[in-house]
């Protein structure tokens, strides 16, 4: 791996690693976490029936156990990013040709642990 490949492996592999923590990965959660799927979903005609579904589910849950749904797709989010890296390293597509600790989506998991990257 070139000096600039690694750079731009770390930079994709955190970029990844914020979105699961505190990006689009965590939309999905927070929603569950306040439950409301969609505040509009009544208020909209043609609104797909699935949203007012979800509101009344999510309603009818305590949060505690809300905060366990919100956990699990907070966790399916990560997992979607894992099972991306195991592709992208499988096609031997650079810079996820190689990682630092086994693979790439082992370095995913390790930064979601919050360890360090190497210093070479």
């Known amino acids: ?23 689009p990965g965590q939309v999905s959660a927070e929603r569950i976490r306040v439950g409301v799927w969609n505040a509009n979903a009544e208020e909209v005609a043609d609104a797909d029936p699935s949203q007012h579904a979800m509101n009344t589910l ?3 849950l305590t ?33 996820f040709d190689e990682g630092y600790e086994g693979n790439p989506s082992d370095d995913f998991l390790a930064r979601m642990d919050a360890w360090q990257w190497p210093q070479r």
């Not at 366990?68 to 390293?89: D, I, P, Q, T, W």
């Open 1 to 23: 791996m070139t000096e600039d490949s690694r750079w731009l492996y770390r930079q994709m592999i955190d970029a990844m690693v914020l979105a699961c923590a505190q990006g």
């Open 58 to 60: 999510l309603a009818a």
């Open 63 to 95: 949060p505690e156990q809300r905060d366990v749904l919100a956990g699990r797709l907070a966790e399916e989010f990560a997992s979607g990013v894992f099972n991306a890296l195991e592709v992208l390293h499988a096609a031997d597509l650079t810079p």
